[in-house]
Protein backbone atom coordinates (compact mmCIF):
# COMPACT_ATOMS: atom_id res chain seq x y z
CA UNK A 1 0.00 0.00 0.00
CA UNK A 2 1.20 3.37 -0.42
CA UNK A 3 2.21 5.49 2.23
CA UNK A 4 0.01 8.61 2.52
CA UNK A 5 1.20 12.21 2.28
CA UNK A 6 0.93 12.64 5.94
CA UNK A 7 3.21 9.98 6.91
CA UNK A 8 5.79 11.24 4.19
CA UNK A 9 5.85 14.83 6.43
CA UNK A 10 6.25 12.63 9.95
CA UNK A 11 9.04 11.16 8.25
CA UNK A 12 10.88 14.35 7.54
CA UNK A 13 10.61 13.31 3.45
CA UNK A 14 9.55 16.44 2.38
CA UNK A 15 11.11 18.47 5.02
CA UNK A 16 14.52 19.90 2.18
CA UNK A 17 11.57 22.33 0.30
CA UNK A 18 13.71 24.53 -1.98
CA UNK A 19 14.00 27.56 -0.62
CA UNK A 20 14.24 30.93 -2.72
CA UNK A 21 17.03 32.00 -4.83
CA UNK A 22 18.15 35.24 -5.70
CA UNK A 23 17.60 37.41 -8.40
CA UNK A 24 21.00 40.05 -8.81
CA UNK A 25 21.74 42.90 -11.22
CA UNK A 26 24.98 41.57 -13.11
CA UNK A 27 27.56 43.93 -15.05
CA UNK A 28 30.65 42.49 -16.59
CA UNK A 29 31.64 45.80 -17.82
CA UNK A 30 31.81 48.63 -15.69
CA UNK A 31 29.42 50.61 -18.57
CA UNK A 32 27.89 47.72 -19.65
CA UNK A 33 24.43 46.49 -19.34
CA UNK A 34 22.67 45.41 -16.26
CA UNK A 35 21.03 42.30 -16.54
CA UNK A 36 18.58 40.56 -13.76
CA UNK A 37 20.27 36.88 -12.83
CA UNK A 38 18.51 34.58 -11.20
CA UNK A 39 21.43 31.97 -9.54
CA UNK A 40 20.03 28.92 -9.70
CA UNK A 41 23.10 27.03 -9.25
CA UNK A 42 22.65 28.06 -5.43
CA UNK A 43 19.88 25.19 -5.27
CA UNK A 44 20.66 21.95 -3.23
CA UNK A 45 21.98 19.55 -6.09
CA UNK A 46 23.73 22.83 -7.65
CA UNK A 47 21.17 23.42 -10.69
CA UNK A 48 18.07 24.84 -11.48
CA UNK A 49 16.76 21.02 -12.10
CA UNK A 50 16.36 20.43 -8.66
CA UNK A 51 13.01 22.58 -9.62
CA UNK A 52 11.96 20.04 -11.60
CA UNK A 53 13.06 17.17 -10.19
CA UNK A 54 11.20 17.69 -7.03
CA UNK A 55 7.77 18.69 -8.37
CA UNK A 56 7.39 15.77 -10.88
CA UNK A 57 8.73 13.44 -7.96
CA UNK A 58 6.85 14.54 -5.35
CA UNK A 59 3.26 15.30 -7.53
CA UNK A 60 3.78 11.36 -8.94
CA UNK A 61 4.08 10.28 -4.63
CA UNK A 62 0.40 12.10 -3.77
CA UNK A 63 -0.63 10.64 -6.90
CA UNK A 64 0.15 7.47 -5.38
CA UNK A 65 2.23 5.93 -8.30
CA UNK A 66 5.80 6.66 -6.20
CA UNK A 67 6.17 4.69 -2.88
CA UNK A 68 9.10 4.24 -0.69
CA UNK A 69 11.77 1.93 -3.00
CA UNK A 70 10.51 2.78 -6.10
CA UNK A 71 12.47 2.97 -9.02
CA UNK A 72 13.13 6.02 -11.31
CA UNK A 73 14.72 6.33 -14.29
CA UNK A 74 16.02 9.00 -16.53
CA UNK A 75 18.17 9.40 -19.49
CA UNK A 76 20.19 13.24 -18.71
CA UNK A 77 23.70 14.87 -20.00
CA UNK A 78 23.98 15.20 -16.36
CA UNK A 79 21.75 18.12 -14.33
CA UNK A 80 18.61 16.44 -14.29
CA UNK A 81 20.51 13.38 -12.91
CA UNK A 82 22.35 14.84 -10.26
CA UNK A 83 18.72 16.51 -9.22
CA UNK A 84 16.62 12.87 -9.27
CA UNK A 85 19.34 11.13 -7.67
CA UNK A 86 19.10 14.24 -5.10
CA UNK A 87 16.02 14.15 -4.72
CA UNK A 88 15.63 10.65 -4.83
CA UNK A 89 17.55 10.09 -1.64
CA UNK A 90 15.92 12.99 0.29
CA UNK A 91 12.45 10.73 -0.28
CA UNK A 92 13.27 7.46 -0.02
CA UNK A 93 13.27 6.32 -3.70
CA UNK A 94 15.92 4.59 -5.75
CA UNK A 95 17.22 6.13 -9.05
CA UNK A 96 18.85 5.03 -12.28
CA UNK A 97 20.84 7.81 -14.60
CA UNK A 98 21.30 7.05 -18.36
CA UNK A 99 23.30 9.01 -19.79
CA UNK A 100 25.94 9.04 -22.69
CA UNK A 101 29.52 8.01 -22.10
CA UNK A 102 30.92 11.33 -23.06
CA UNK A 103 29.56 13.08 -19.60
CA UNK A 104 32.00 14.40 -17.65
CA UNK A 105 33.01 12.23 -14.43
CA UNK A 106 32.01 14.83 -12.30
CA UNK A 107 28.66 14.52 -12.83
CA UNK A 108 29.10 10.30 -12.53
CA UNK A 109 30.92 10.74 -9.07
CA UNK A 110 27.86 13.02 -7.97
CA UNK A 111 25.24 10.86 -8.91
CA UNK A 112 26.92 7.75 -6.97
CA UNK A 113 26.80 9.66 -4.11
CA UNK A 114 23.56 10.38 -3.97
CA UNK A 115 23.02 6.70 -4.13
CA UNK A 116 22.31 6.63 -7.82
CA UNK A 117 23.38 3.80 -10.43
CA UNK A 118 24.58 5.03 -13.92
CA UNK A 119 24.34 3.12 -17.21
CA UNK A 120 26.68 4.95 -19.28
CA UNK A 121 25.53 4.35 -23.28
CA UNK A 122 28.01 4.66 -26.46
CA UNK A 123 29.08 8.42 -27.20
CA UNK A 124 28.29 7.48 -30.81
CA UNK A 125 24.75 7.48 -29.96
CA UNK A 126 24.73 10.79 -27.96
CA UNK A 127 22.38 11.66 -25.93
CA UNK A 128 19.04 9.75 -28.20
CA UNK A 129 20.82 6.56 -27.40
CA UNK A 130 20.92 8.04 -23.46
CA UNK A 131 16.55 8.33 -24.05
CA UNK A 132 16.11 5.16 -26.05
CA UNK A 133 18.37 3.20 -23.23
CA UNK A 134 15.97 4.83 -20.53
CA UNK A 135 12.75 3.69 -22.12
CA UNK A 136 13.91 0.24 -22.25
CA UNK A 137 15.15 0.28 -18.48
CA UNK A 138 11.98 2.00 -17.34
CA UNK A 139 9.80 -0.59 -19.10
CA UNK A 140 11.70 -4.47 -18.16
CA UNK A 141 12.26 -2.42 -14.66
CA UNK A 142 8.65 -1.44 -14.08
CA UNK A 143 9.99 2.18 -13.04
CA UNK A 144 9.18 5.69 -13.52
CA UNK A 145 10.30 7.44 -16.08
CA UNK A 146 9.97 10.98 -15.71
CA UNK A 147 10.68 11.88 -19.83
CA UNK A 148 11.87 15.68 -19.07
CA UNK A 149 12.19 16.19 -22.54
CA UNK A 150 7.86 15.91 -22.96
CA UNK A 151 6.72 16.20 -19.61
CA UNK A 152 4.85 19.24 -19.54
CA UNK A 153 5.38 19.29 -15.11
CA UNK A 154 9.26 19.84 -16.34
CA UNK A 155 7.43 23.27 -17.38
CA UNK A 156 5.15 23.58 -14.96
CA UNK A 157 7.68 23.36 -12.27
CA UNK A 158 9.48 26.47 -13.54
CA UNK A 159 5.95 28.09 -14.09
CA UNK A 160 4.89 27.81 -10.27
CA UNK A 161 8.22 28.29 -8.95
CA UNK A 162 11.22 29.94 -10.48
CA UNK A 163 8.80 32.50 -12.16
CA UNK A 164 6.83 33.45 -8.91
CA UNK A 165 9.97 34.01 -6.93
CA UNK A 166 11.34 36.09 -9.80
CA UNK A 167 8.09 38.01 -9.92
CA UNK A 168 8.43 39.31 -6.59
CA UNK A 169 12.10 40.05 -6.99
CA UNK A 170 12.06 42.04 -10.19
CA UNK A 171 11.41 45.75 -10.00
CA UNK A 172 8.06 46.61 -10.30
CA UNK A 173 7.05 43.02 -10.94
CA UNK A 174 7.91 43.62 -14.24
CA UNK A 175 9.84 41.26 -16.93
CA UNK A 176 10.40 42.48 -20.09
CA UNK A 177 12.52 40.02 -21.74
CA UNK A 178 13.39 36.38 -20.20
CA UNK A 179 16.49 34.59 -21.84
CA UNK A 180 17.57 30.90 -21.54
CA UNK A 181 18.91 28.47 -23.51
CA UNK A 182 16.99 25.30 -25.04
CA UNK A 183 17.50 21.54 -23.65
CA UNK A 184 14.57 20.65 -22.67
CA UNK A 185 12.70 23.91 -22.94
CA UNK A 186 11.18 23.34 -19.64
CA UNK A 187 12.66 26.75 -18.06
CA UNK A 188 12.00 29.55 -21.16
CA UNK A 189 8.37 27.81 -21.91
CA UNK A 190 7.72 27.97 -17.97
CA UNK A 191 9.08 31.08 -17.34
CA UNK A 192 7.32 32.43 -20.31
CA UNK A 193 4.02 31.50 -19.11
CA UNK A 194 4.60 32.91 -15.24
CA UNK A 195 5.43 36.12 -16.70
CA UNK A 196 2.89 36.89 -19.77
CA UNK A 197 0.04 34.85 -17.17
CA UNK A 198 1.11 37.57 -14.54
CA UNK A 199 0.67 40.22 -17.35
CA UNK A 200 4.07 41.79 -18.46
CA UNK A 201 4.83 42.50 -22.18
CA UNK A 202 7.74 40.43 -21.88
CA UNK A 203 9.94 38.71 -25.38
CA UNK A 204 11.02 35.02 -24.70
CA UNK A 205 15.08 34.94 -25.99
CA UNK A 206 16.12 31.85 -27.26
CA UNK A 207 19.78 31.90 -26.12
CA UNK A 208 21.27 29.95 -29.30
CA UNK A 209 24.98 28.50 -28.95
CA UNK A 210 26.71 27.88 -32.51
CA UNK A 211 30.17 27.42 -33.76
CA UNK A 212 32.09 28.66 -36.48
CA UNK A 213 33.87 26.01 -38.17
CA UNK A 214 35.98 26.02 -41.74
CA UNK A 215 33.99 24.58 -44.58
CA UNK A 216 35.51 21.73 -46.67
CA UNK A 217 37.34 24.12 -49.48
CA UNK A 218 38.77 26.38 -46.28
CA UNK A 219 37.16 29.31 -47.62
CA UNK A 220 34.06 30.30 -45.63
CA UNK A 221 32.85 29.84 -42.84
CA UNK A 222 29.66 27.66 -41.84
CA UNK A 223 27.15 27.31 -38.75
CA UNK A 224 27.32 23.86 -37.41
CA UNK A 225 24.19 22.92 -35.59
CA UNK A 226 24.09 19.06 -35.26
CA UNK A 227 22.46 17.55 -32.47
CA UNK A 228 23.80 19.63 -30.22
CA UNK A 229 24.34 23.08 -31.31
CA UNK A 230 27.76 23.88 -30.19
CA UNK A 231 29.67 21.19 -27.81
CA UNK A 232 31.01 23.80 -25.91
CA UNK A 233 27.52 24.64 -24.02
CA UNK A 234 26.33 20.66 -22.67
CA UNK A 235 22.76 20.57 -22.27
CA UNK A 236 21.24 22.49 -24.68
CA UNK A 237 20.58 20.72 -27.70
CA UNK A 238 18.74 20.49 -31.21
CA UNK A 239 15.33 19.43 -31.84
CA UNK A 240 14.81 16.83 -28.46
CA UNK A 241 12.61 19.26 -26.40
CA UNK A 242 8.63 18.31 -27.10
CA UNK A 243 8.14 21.79 -24.79
CA UNK A 244 9.31 24.05 -27.18
CA UNK A 245 7.25 25.61 -29.68
CA UNK A 246 7.89 28.57 -31.78
CA UNK A 247 3.98 29.17 -31.94
CA UNK A 248 3.65 29.19 -28.13
CA UNK A 249 6.00 31.84 -27.69
CA UNK A 250 4.85 35.15 -29.65
CA UNK A 251 7.60 37.45 -30.50
CA UNK A 252 10.03 35.13 -30.02
CA UNK A 253 13.93 36.38 -29.86
CA UNK A 254 16.86 34.08 -31.06
CA UNK A 255 19.99 35.13 -30.50
CA UNK A 256 23.05 33.06 -31.92
CA UNK A 257 26.51 32.72 -29.22
CA UNK A 258 29.86 31.77 -30.17
CA UNK A 259 30.90 28.85 -28.58
CA UNK A 260 33.90 30.55 -27.68
CA UNK A 261 31.97 33.54 -26.78
CA UNK A 262 30.13 31.20 -24.29
CA UNK A 263 32.76 30.08 -22.42
CA UNK A 264 34.48 33.36 -21.86
CA UNK A 265 32.03 35.25 -21.13
CA UNK A 266 31.58 31.71 -18.56
CA UNK A 267 35.24 33.08 -17.20
CA UNK A 268 34.46 36.20 -16.79
CA UNK A 269 31.09 35.24 -15.03
CA UNK A 270 33.37 33.35 -12.52
CA UNK A 271 35.60 36.04 -12.26
CA UNK A 272 33.13 38.30 -11.10
CA UNK A 273 32.40 35.09 -7.84
CA UNK A 274 29.59 33.28 -9.64
CA UNK A 275 30.95 29.77 -10.06
CA UNK A 276 28.46 28.57 -12.37
CA UNK A 277 29.20 26.52 -15.91
CA UNK A 278 28.97 27.19 -19.62
CA UNK A 279 25.08 27.71 -19.80
CA UNK A 280 25.07 30.78 -17.51
CA UNK A 281 27.77 32.14 -20.05
CA UNK A 282 25.57 31.44 -23.09
CA UNK A 283 22.65 32.88 -21.27
CA UNK A 284 24.13 35.95 -20.25
CA UNK A 285 26.12 36.65 -23.14
CA UNK A 286 22.65 36.26 -25.28
CA UNK A 287 20.96 38.17 -22.73
CA UNK A 288 23.30 41.49 -23.16
CA UNK A 289 22.42 41.28 -27.10
CA UNK A 290 18.26 41.16 -26.31
CA UNK A 291 18.95 44.36 -23.49
CA UNK A 292 20.88 46.17 -26.64
CA UNK A 293 17.81 45.53 -28.72
CA UNK A 294 15.15 46.11 -25.87
CA UNK A 295 16.83 48.77 -24.70
CA UNK A 296 18.23 50.34 -21.04
CA UNK A 297 15.02 50.60 -19.46
CA UNK A 298 14.03 46.99 -19.95
CA UNK A 299 14.43 44.39 -17.60
CA UNK A 300 16.03 41.25 -19.47
CA UNK A 301 15.86 38.20 -16.98
CA UNK A 302 17.83 35.38 -17.30
CA UNK A 303 18.99 32.16 -14.97
CA UNK A 304 22.68 31.02 -14.38
CA UNK A 305 21.47 26.94 -14.54
CA UNK A 306 24.36 25.38 -12.75
CA UNK A 307 27.60 25.10 -10.64
CA UNK A 308 30.78 25.11 -12.11
CA UNK A 309 32.50 21.85 -10.09
CA UNK A 310 30.98 19.35 -12.54
CA UNK A 311 33.05 20.79 -15.33
CA UNK A 312 36.31 20.87 -13.95
CA UNK A 313 37.65 18.03 -16.22
CA UNK A 314 36.38 20.22 -19.18
CA UNK A 315 37.12 22.84 -22.03
CA UNK A 316 36.06 25.46 -19.61
CA UNK A 317 38.49 24.47 -16.97
CA UNK A 318 41.29 22.60 -19.25
CA UNK A 319 41.74 25.18 -21.61
CA UNK A 320 42.16 28.16 -18.83
CA UNK A 321 45.01 29.80 -18.40
CA UNK A 322 45.09 30.87 -14.58
Known amino acids: MNQPCELLTDNCRFVQQIAPTPLVPVALEADGPRIWCKLEFLNPSGSTKDRIARYILEKQWRLGRLRTGSLVVEASSGSTSIAMALVCAQIGLKFIAVMPESVSNERVQIIKSYGGQIILTPRADGILGALSRAAQEAEERDAFYP ?44 LYNAFAGAGCPVRPVFAKPVETVMAPAGQTYFEAECCSFSSRVPGVVDGLSKLYSRADLPGLIEVEVQGRVAIETTRKLIRHGFPVGPSSGLNYAAAVEAQRQLGDKAHVVTVFPDRMERYFSTELFSGWQF
Open 147 to 190: RQFENVDNAEAHRVSTGQEILGQVPGGVVHAVVSGVGTGGTIVG
